[in-house]
């Protein structure tokens, strides 16, 4: 069966300094994979996909990157956060042939 | 730019009651889902509905799409404390080919209260 996991889960950064959330899918192969962050209290914003090894796309120009550096691993970066950055980050992932989206548990970052 | 919208933004019901969230969206479709969220969790799939679909119904859940109105509704019959969580609708546009981008609402966040 097909799972994916997230980290860290919880991380309170300060300001200005860099950031590394990871995500990892297991039990399927190229997978189309997505990062959404999740304002308090609001919906999901699209930040970054890929549907393959080394391929990005960026949703919304901000202070953040992603890369792809195998088939089933996806990370999440900044070199210097900011306040705004602070919010629910999830990582989801779908195959071609599936419509729905299998989310993970979440990463939630705090920048003070 | 969001895609949906969902309404209300807030519902509370007492257990046992039916709970219908809206959701509305403004570019021709593929697809339209609905997922559920507990607090500080990943989202979880409910049910698709195809852009070619009117109604479609999944153990207690019961879904409708008016591709006319850009419209779908979620309705949960015999709600249960358990059912307590926000509900988001999300759409598969047309013309986003193999990218599978889904863009979300706002959601609904339901309180079944025992």
């Known amino acids: 069966s097909q799972t994916i996991h997230q980290w860290p889960a919880t991380l309170v950064q300060p300001v200005g300094s860099p950031l590394s959330l990871e995500c990892t899918v297991e039990g399927t192969s190229n997978p189309n994979l997505y990062w959404y962050r999740q304002a308090a209290g609001r919906g999901l914003q699209l930040l970054f996909y890929s549907v393959g090894i080394g391929q990005i796309s960026s949703e919304v120009p901000q202070n953040l990157s992603a890369s792809r550096p195998q088939d089933r691993q996806f990370i999440l970066s900044s070199k210097k956060l900011l306040l705004s950055d602070s919010g629910f980050y999830l990582c989801?992932?779908?195959?071609?042939?599936?419509?729905?989206?299998?989310f993970g548990e979440g990463s939630r970052l705090t920048v003070l | 730019s969001q895609q949906g919208e969902e309404d209300p933004q807030a519902l509370s019901i007492q257990e046992g009651e039916n709970a219908t969230m809206n959701c509305s969206y403004k570019?021709?479709?593929?697809?339209l889902q609905w997922y559920r969220q507990n607090s500080g969790r990943g989202l979880v799939h409910l049910i698709l509905?195809?852009?070619?679909?009117r109604e479609k119904h999944s153990g207690r859940l019961r879904v409708t799409l008016d591709t006319s109105k850009k419209s779908s509704s979620l309705l949960i019959t015999a709600s249960r404390a358990a059912d307590t969580a926000s509900y988001f609708c999300?759409?598969?546009?047309?013309?986003?080919?193999?990218?599978?981008?889904?863009?979300f609402g706002q959601g609904t966040t339901l309180q079944v209260k025992p």
């Open positions: 999300a759409t598969d546009a047309s013309g986003s080919g193999n990218t599978g981008k889904l863009i």
């Open positions: 570019t021709s479709i593929n697809n």
């Open positions: 989801a992932w779908r195959t071609y042939y599936t419509g729905e989206l299998f």
């Open positions: 509905i195809r852009s070619n679909e």
